[in-house]
């Protein structure tokens, strides 16, 4: 398959970079536009960005689909616990200045939206994988001529 | 951490942070066990809570800390901790009963996602009932409903005429969510906040275009959620074709949130100062009465036991509707607990016909042939519900149909007294389509056809909770008191937010 | 423009420049939106919704609510457009003609819904107000307070992630669910087992090209290959 010899170096380029970048939307929403949410959709996007080059089989050898729901799994659930360590230092549910009582600049804050952040970032991007997965994996391989 | 100070967060934050861990578990029986301890857990959970709030009243809870309205919180009074309470009740009742139906049903290994699905089911139905936010309800409804209709869905393995049923669904449900944000929003723009006792004061005196066009599309909305009378066309097929237990489970509790988001829009958020309101009441009425007929006679003829229930269920929202649209204390009341009692009577009917599948392989009227002399306990259980639905005294549809007629001819108008009638006569289309179905289980077993064949008792556990489900019926049918209680303040406080008692 | 003198006393949104442009965006929406309905070939349809999801992102940028359209571009123009392709090729390539039944009720509400939508336009606070409720009561709170209380600059953060960060929870269960559902749905186990599928229907309608497929074998399996009903895997 030497077709789609441009895109496929372009891909290649691009991959990285954009996985830089949903990085960078994902710790500076704090600072400015972005989150988990935007984050996790453009980490996604890198690798159905991959897929869409190099075919589903490629792309599900380095991001096998077997790991996906343990990373839903853990997303939803570092976001959920986040709200149940509020409870056990003795705040409300998402309750994050008890995780730094003694902050004065609202350490506890930070601290908690980083967290929940991370928990969506990892939960949507995992989410918007299984769904390609299993979108694109049923058809055996797109033809050029069904474009 | 204060047990008693957290306590109304738990029960969401438990099944919410019990459900993805269910995914990860191994196929079979393990995730099924786990749904069943967390349902179990949040209802007792749910109890306390329900006890609490009968002792202190009102309990306030912030989310993150957050008062209102800047932040989302908790709002629970009796009308939220009596939903609560029924939403868990069932699910710890129905969660058990599941097991065997779902390793029929479902293949084995897709039980971990449906044990999840069904966890997260349960986690926005509580979500929905205990907040006090506007928005918040939007998102947890959203979370039930998305989990509801893959639930549906899974049915497919059985029929796949549930993939038709779950799409429908899918589509008149998203209709309605999107109605009731779009009325959230309007809301937000007249007012500028989402907390619902916040918009209650700040709606005061508004009476513009902006407000009636946002109450317009909430009702819509929620009508749609509640299958309210000519939006009921996803109700039946989806009931049909769903899983048995995920019908028994959302026969009981997904329209009974509908119902008392409903009227929590209606007399918490707007309440009478908003003039509109009594045009809608009206709506209610005639929308209630033409359902109770309406979808009882669709029921008459249908010779599917689970579609014949589901028309039932459209007929019985017409009730709860007629109840609400009285506008009065004991109205209210009444669509409560008939809210909580025909809860009882379809989660048992419902369980009974799951049984029947279960054994049979199908729930047409012509499976249930002979069924007294096969299936003596299962078929005691439907006669015993299917006279609680027709409202014998002893049930709890009795108890539910004599406080619904009390309070429609103690509020006394033409309208009334003539619903009041309408009332009794629909329910004797109730002991029509009841009828059928008890003639043709004390038929002779069959002897030829599909349904000819020895079949094995079902499984103790099914028997054994559908006799809690039937007993519960029965029980509540003699103790009515605590429930009329609870409803009865409930309604009071509901409708007393413009009184200013009840803060 | 004869009045400058109101323009300077009152705030007024076609004063500003920006209101033009947003008016552009606003008219190649619906522009957008036409040619989506009258269009049959469902590629073209997903490819116009990608354009008015991006046409959207701007618009909200405009509107200097530039979170929002950072994720309608991400999600709505960039995913969305994945899947409904992904989803496009396991069934049809073109609409198929609709039945006339219902179109005359559809029509009604259709009618109705937009006319409440206007309705409700005609009391809403003018567009821009710094005193209307939505500007002035929890808004401006958020504004005030997230400086102090969390000392972060994004404010959409903070309200998303604290004060509201409940929602946002509820928020990844739907995405969460969303994807539970797929994977039920179309996964392992499914009705289907998994496997992949080529339903006839998608090939109506593009003959010469189903001519041109039947030739080939369906040699790969897809990635993935699971046993239809088996609970071994």
Same mark, same amino acid.
């Given at each position: 398959?030497?077709?789609?010899?441009?895109?496929?170096v372009?891909?290649?380029?691009?991959?990285?970079p954009?996985?830089?970048?949903?990085?960078?939307?994902?710790f500076?929403?704090?600072?400015?536009?972005g989150?988990?949410?935007?984050?996790?959709?453009?980490?996604?996007s890198?690798?159905?960005?991959?897929?869409?080059?190099?075919?589903?089989?490629?792309?599900?050898?380095?991001?096998?689909?077997?790991?996906?729901p343990?990373?839903?799994?853990?997303?939803?659930?570092?976001?959920?616990?986040?709200?149940?360590?509020?409870?056990?230092?003795?705040?409300?549910?998402?309750?994050?200045?008890?995780?730094?009582?003694?902050?004065?600049?609202?350490?506890?804050?930070?601290?908690?939206?980083?967290?929940?952040?991370?928990g969506?970032?990892?939960?949507?991007?995992?989410?918007?994988?299984?769904?390609?997965?299993?979108?694109?994996?049923?058809?055996?391989?797109?033809?050029d001529?069904?474009? | 951490?204060?047990?008693?100070?957290?306590?109304?967060?738990?029960?969401?934050?438990?099944?919410?942070?019990?459900?993805?861990?269910?995914?990860?578990?191994p196929?079979g029986?393990?995730?099924?066990?786990?749904?069943?301890?967390v349902?179990?857990v949040?209802?007792g959970l749910?109890l306390?809570?329900?006890?609490?709030?009968?002792?202190?009243?009102?309990?306030?809870?912030?989310?993150?800390?957050?008062?209102?309205?800047l932040?989302?919180?908790?709002?629970?009074?009796?009308?939220?901790?009596?939903?609560?309470?029924?939403v868990?009740?069932?699910?710890?009742?129905?969660?058990?009963?599941a097991?065997?139906?779902?390793?029929?049903?479902i293949?084995?290994?897709?039980?971990?996602?449906?044990?999840?699905?069904?966890?997260?089911?349960?986690?926005?139905?509580?979500?929905?009932?205990?907040?006090?936010?506007?928005?918040?309800?939007?998102?947890?409804?959203?979370?039930?409903?998305?989990?509801?209709?893959?639930?549906?869905?899974?049915?497919?393995?059985?029929?796949?005429?549930?993939?038709?049923?779950?799409?429908?669904?899918?589509?008149?449900?998203?209709?309605?969510a999107?109605?009731?944000?779009?009325?959230?929003?309007?809301?937000y723009?007249?007012?500028?906040?989402?907390?619902?006792?916040?918009?209650?004061?700040?709606l005061?005196?508004?009476?513009?275009?902006?407000?009636?066009?946002?109450?317009?599309?909430?009702?819509?909305?929620?009508?749609?959620?509640?299958?309210?009378?000519?939006l009921?066309?996803?109700?039946?097929?989806?009931?049909?074709?769903?899983?048995?237990a995920?019908?028994?489970?959302?026969?009981?509790? %997904?329209?009974?949130? =509908? !119902?008392y *988001?409903?009227?929590?829009? $209606?007399?918490?958020?707007?309440g009478?100062? +908003?003039?509109? @309101?009594?045009?809608?009441?009206?709506?209610?009425?005639?929308?209630?009465?033409?359902?109770?007929?309406?979808?009882?006679?669709?029921a008459?003829f249908?010779?599917?036991?689970?579609?014949?229930?589901?028309?039932?269920?459209?007929?019985?929202?017409?009730?709860?509707?007629?109840?609400?649209?009285?506008?009065?204390?004991?109205?209210?009341?009444?669509?409560?607990?008939?809210?909580?009692?025909?809860?009882?009577?379809?989660? %048992?009917?419902?369980? =009974? !016909?799951? *049984?029947?599948v279960?054994? $049979?392989?199908?729930?047409?009227?012509?499976? +249930?042939?002979? @069924?007294?002399?096969?299936?003596?306990?299962t078929?005691?259980?439907?006669?015993?519900?299917?006279?609680?639905?027709?409202g014998?005294?002893?049930?709890?549809?009795?108890?539910?149909?004599?406080?619904?007629l009390?309070?429609?001819?103690?509020?006394?108008?033409?309208?009334?007294?003539?619903?009041?009638?309408?009332?009794?006569?629909?329910?004797?289309?109730?002991?029509?389509?009841?009828?059928?179905?008890?003639?043709?289980?004390?038929?002779?077993?069959?002897?030829?056809?599909?349904?000819?064949?020895?079949?094995?008792a079902?499984?103790?556990?099914m028997?054994?909770?559908?006799?809690?489900?039937v007993?519960?019926?029965?029980?509540?049918?003699?103790?009515?008191?605590?429930?009329?209680?609870?409803?009865?303040?409930a309604?009071?406080?509901?409708?007393?937010?413009?009184?200013?008692?009840?803060? | 423009?004869?009045d400058?003198?109101?323009?300077?006393?009152?705030?007024?949104?076609?004063?500003?420049?920006?209101?033009?442009?947003?008016?552009?965006?606003?008219?190649?929406?619906?522009?957008?939106?036409?040619?989506?309905?009258?269009?049959?070939?469902?590629?073209?349809?997903?490819?116009?919704?990608?354009?008015?999801?991006?046409?959207?992102?701007?618009?909200?940028?405009?509107?200097?609510?530039?979170?929002?359209?950072?994720?309608?571009?991400?999600?709505?123009?960039?995913?969305?457009?994945?899947?409904?392709l992904?989803?496009?090729?396991?069934?049809a390539?073109?609409?198929?003609?609709?039945?006339?039944?219902?179109?005359?009720?559809a029509?009604?509400?259709?009618?109705?819904v937009?006319g409440?939508?206007?309705?409700?336009?005609?009391d809403?606070?003018?567009?821009?107000?710094?005193a209307?409720?939505?500007?002035?009561?929890?808004?401006?709170?958020?504004?005030?307070?997230?400086?102090?209380?969390?000392?972060?600059?994004?404010?959409?953060?903070?309200?998303?992630?604290?004060?509201?960060?409940?929602d946002?929870?509820?928020?990844?269960?739907?995405?969460?669910?969303?994807?539970?559902?797929?994977?039920?749905?179309?996964?392992?186990?499914?009705?289907?087992?998994?496997?992949?599928?080529?339903?006839?229907?998608?090939?109506?309608?593009?003959?010469e090209?189903?001519?041109?497929?039947?030739g080939?074998?369906?040699?790969?399996?897809?990635?993935?290959?699971?046993?239809?009903?088996?609970?071994?895997?």
């Open positions: 398959m030497m077709g789609h010899l441009i895109l496929r372009v891909i290649k380029l691009l991959f990285a954009i996985l830089l970048f949903g990085l960078y939307v994902q500076h929403g704090d600072y400015g536009p989150g988990g949410f935007q984050a996790g959709v453009i980490f996604a890198a690798f159905i960005l991959f897929a869409l080059g190099f075919g589903i089989k490629e792309t599900q050898k380095r991001l096998p689909p077997t790991v996906l343990f990373f839903m799994v853990f997303g939803l659930l570092l976001y959920a616990l986040t709200g149940v360590l509020g409870l056990f230092m003795g705040g409300n549910f998402l309750d994050y200045y008890v995780l730094a009582p003694d902050s004065h600049h609202n350490a506890g804050q930070h601290i908690g939206i980083l967290l929940v952040e991370f969506v970032g990892v939960a949507v991007f995992s989410a918007m994988m299984t769904i390609f997965y299993f979108f694109a994996g049923r058809e055996p391989e797109i033809h001529a069904d474009w | 951490m204060d047990f008693f100070a957290q306590l109304p967060a738990l029960p969401v934050v438990v099944p919410f942070v019990a459900a993805p861990l269910a995914l990860l578990m196929p029986r393990m995730p099924w066990l786990w749904a069943t301890l349902s179990w949040s209802f749910s306390l809570l329900l006890e609490q709030v009968w002792i202190n009243g009102p309990i306030t809870y912030a989310m993150g800390g957050w008062a209102a309205p932040g989302i919180i908790y709002y629970i009074d009796l009308a939220n901790a009596l939903v609560l309470s029924l868990t009740g069932i699910a710890a009742v129905v969660f058990p009963y097991y065997n139906s779902v390793r029929d049903e293949n084995h290994s897709q039980t971990p996602g449906f044990y999840t699905a069904l966890l997260l089911c349960l986690a926005g139905l509580t979500g929905v009932t205990m907040t006090g936010d506007a928005f918040n309800v939007f998102v947890f409804l959203e979370v039930s409903s998305l989990a509801t209709y893959t639930l549906v869905a899974m049915g497919a393995g059985r029929d796949r005429r549930a993939l038709t049923a779950a799409f429908n669904y899918l589509v008149m449900g998203t209709i309605g999107t109605f009731f944000v779009i009325g959230i929003g309007l809301l723009q007249a007012t500028g906040t989402l907390n619902m006792l916040d918009l209650h004061e700040r005061a005196g508004q009476d513009n275009r902006l407000v009636k066009a946002a109450f317009a599309f909430i009702i819509t909305g929620l009508g749609l959620k509640l299958a309210m009378l000519p009921h066309l996803w109700l039946p097929p989806a009931y049909t074709y769903a899983p048995s995920i019908t028994a489970f959302l026969a009981a509790t %997904a329209t009974k949130v =509908a !119902v *988001i409903m009227l929590r829009f $209606l007399f918490t958020v707007f009478f100062d +908003f003039p509109f @309101l009594r045009v809608a009441l009206d709506f209610f009425l005639v929308l209630g009465i033409a359902g109770m007929f309406i979808a009882s006679l669709a008459v249908q010779d599917d036991v689970k579609m014949l229930l589901a028309y039932s269920s459209v007929a019985q929202i017409g009730y709860m509707l007629l109840g609400i649209s009285l506008g009065t204390v004991d109205g209210v009341a009444a669509s409560l607990i008939h809210v909580v009692n025909h809860a009882f009577i379809k989660a %048992a009917l419902f369980m =009974a !016909v799951g *049984i029947v279960l054994r $049979l392989g199908s729930h047409q009227l012509r499976a +249930f042939q002979g @069924l007294a002399t096969r299936m003596p306990w078929s005691w259980g439907i006669v015993v519900a299917g006279l609680s639905l027709v014998v005294p002893a049930t709890v549809g009795f108890v539910s149909k004599y406080a619904l009390s309070a429609v001819f103690a509020k006394g108008g033409t309208m009334e007294i003539i619903a009041g009638f309408l009332i009794l006569a629909s329910s004797l289309l109730a002991v029509v389509y009841m009828m059928r179905i008890i003639k043709v289980m004390l038929e002779p077993v069959p002897t030829e056809g599909p349904f000819a064949r020895n079949i094995a079902p499984p103790l556990m028997r054994l909770m559908l006799w809690i489900m007993g519960a019926n029965i029980y509540f049918g003699l103790q009515a008191q605590p429930v009329i209680a609870i409803a009865q303040k309604a009071a406080t509901l409708l007393g937010v413009d009184s200013g008692e009840a803060f | 423009m004869n400058p003198v109101s323009f300077a006393t009152e705030f007024h949104p076609s004063s500003s420049p920006i209101f033009f442009v947003e008016l552009a965006i606003l008219t190649l929406l619906v522009i957008t939106s036409i040619a989506m309905l009258r269009m049959r070939r469902l590629f073209g349809v997903v490819m116009l919704s990608g354009i008015y999801s991006f046409l959207s992102a701007a618009f909200f940028v405009a509107l200097d609510a530039v979170d929002v359209a950072f994720t309608e571009a991400a999600v709505g123009a960039g995913i969305s457009t994945v899947l409904m992904s989803a496009m090729l396991l069934t390539r073109r609409e198929k003609p609709y039945a006339p039944g219902h179109a005359a009720l029509a009604v509400v259709c009618v109705i937009g409440a939508l206007i309705y409700a336009t005609l809403a606070p003018p567009y821009g107000d710094a209307a409720p939505a500007n002035s009561y929890v808004g401006q709170a958020y504004v005030d307070r997230s400086v102090v209380e969390i000392s972060m600059p994004n404010i959409v953060t903070t309200v998303l992630a604290s004060y509201r960060s409940f946002t929870m509820g928020e990844v269960a739907v995405i969460f669910t969303a994807a539970l559902a797929v994977m039920l749905l179309l996964g392992i186990g499914s009705d289907r087992g998994g496997k992949e599928v080529r339903d006839v229907p998608r090939l109506v309608g593009r003959e090209e189903a001519q041109d497929l039947s080939k074998p369906n040699l790969d399996d897809g990635g993935k290959a699971p046993s239809p009903k088996g609970g071994a895997s």
